[in-house]
């Protein structure tokens, strides 16, 4: 039970995991593209592979997964 919303919503860990998560990827994507399409990533010793696009995209998509399986829905109760 969610403490101090007076209504007994069943709120799960994993849905602000992939909040957090999915925020991170929206924020790494299109500096990645940018980074990609520009070339001003930064020289590093794999920066050809453009790490900050892919792992913006990863981010994503596991994200986007988390938010959607774990959201709060309407019906769902504490069960005690």
Do not use: C, K, N
């Not at 500096?31 to 790490?51: C, I, N």
């Not at 792992?55 to 994503?60: A, E, H, K, V």
């Amino acid at each position: 039970m969610a403490e101090g919303t007076g209504r007994g919503d069943v709120l799960s860990i994993w849905f602000f995991v992939g909040v957090m998560t999915l925020l991170y990827g929206l924020v790494l994507l299109p500096f990645g593209a940018y980074a990609w399409l520009t070339e001003h990533e930064s020289p590093t010793v794999l920066h050809q592979l453009h790490p900050t696009f892919w792992w913006g995209l990863l981010l994503t998509i596991f994200g986007g997964f988390y938010v959607l399986r774990f959201r709060p829905r309407r019906g769902d109760r504490a069960r005690v």
